[in-house]
């Protein structure tokens, strides 16, 4: 790479490290809150249709912890390298 593509634009430059870190954390906050909810509405439907429940549970579960892992991921990143 050439150092004009390592510039910072104008555009990003009034953004602070702090900002950037908020985001991630509060998309994590989001990603965890949405996750209790799917999996409460999977129990919630285990209780009235117990097969029917169970496979909504196995189906989301796996996208829910890459979600949940990734986000986490994501603001561990960006607080160990911009926070310090």
Same mark, same amino acid.
Request: hydrophobic fraction near 50%; charged fraction near 20%; glycine fraction near 4%.
């Given at each position: 790479m050439s150092d004009a593509s390592k510039t910072e634009t104008q555009l990003?430059?009034?953004?602070?490290n702090? /900002?950037?870190c908020g985001y991630f954390y509060?998309?994590? +906050?989001?990603v965890v809150v949405l996750s209790v909810f799917v999996v409460g509405v999977d129990v919630y439907v285990m /209780?009235?249709?117990p097969a029917a429940g169970f496979?909504? +549970?196995l189906r989301s579960a796996p996208t829910l912890l890459i979600a949940l892992v990734n986000t986490l991921f994501m603001y561990t990143l960006c607080a160990r390298t911009?926070?310090?």
């Open positions: 990003t430059q009034g953004i602070s702090e /900002t950037i509060i998309m994590f +906050l989001v /209780t009235k249709r496979s909504m +549970l911009l926070l310090k």
